[in-house]
């Protein structure tokens, strides 16, 4: 298994890459920009470990993470990134949304576009499997089905009133 860890060098992040390395025998390249809250001594226990890459970069960066997607061609990517300290929240707000809006989005896409591309091949190639229908076919059967069965839902929906789920009665909360 190689799985990309995004702020591998933070306190959170050096755990989790060295219990991956070192605990389940995975392959772990690690993306970090390296900033205050960060530093590679934290990993130095697996810098000689098979498997193990560091790629210094920044996540806000698309360039940087399709690369690294690229050249790792990770099964599976772990978020870690966070700059979540209230006294850096408060100083430098653009850069927690930068960091914690804009590069989770960029890691998102990259991993959709790689995957796209790179998991269809190899379930096509190795497995011998394709898909048999395309994004607007499949929601179209999906849609019929449940039209055709209704044996299926009219339980679920018999104790349903119909209301929105999940909404918080603010007068419960003492909050008007």
Not at 60 to 68: F, P, Y
Not at 85 to 108: M, P, Q, S, Y
Not at 134 to 160: H, Q
């Amino acid at each position: 298994m190689r799985i990309i860890v995004n702020r591998g060098a933070g306190f959170i992040g050096s755990a989790v890459v060295r219990h991956l390395i070192l605990d389940k025998g995975y392959e772990v390249p690690k993306v970090d920009k390296l900033t205050y809250a960060t530093t590679k001594t934290s990993v130095k226990v697996v810098d000689n470990q098979k498997g193990y890459r560091f790629l210094k970069a920044y996540i806000c960066g698309r360039a940087a993470v399709a690369e690294a997607f690229a050249s790792f061609a990770p099964d599976r990517v772990m978020h870690l990134e966070a700059e979540s300290h209230v006294d850096r929240l408060i100083t430098g707000a653009k850069e927690f949304v930068d960091t914690n809006v804009i590069g989770i989005f960029d890691i998102l896409e990259c991993a959709r576009q790689f995957w796209a591309g790179h998991c269809a091949t190899k379930l096509e190639t190795e497995l011998g499997w394709k898909a048999q229908e395309n994004f607007d076919s499949g929601i179209e059967k999906t849609v019929r089905w449940y039209l055709d069965n209704e044996w299926w839902w009219a339980p679920l929906r018999s104790g349903y009133s119909g209301s929105r789920l999940g909404l918080v009665d603010a007068a419960k909360l003492g909050v008007a």
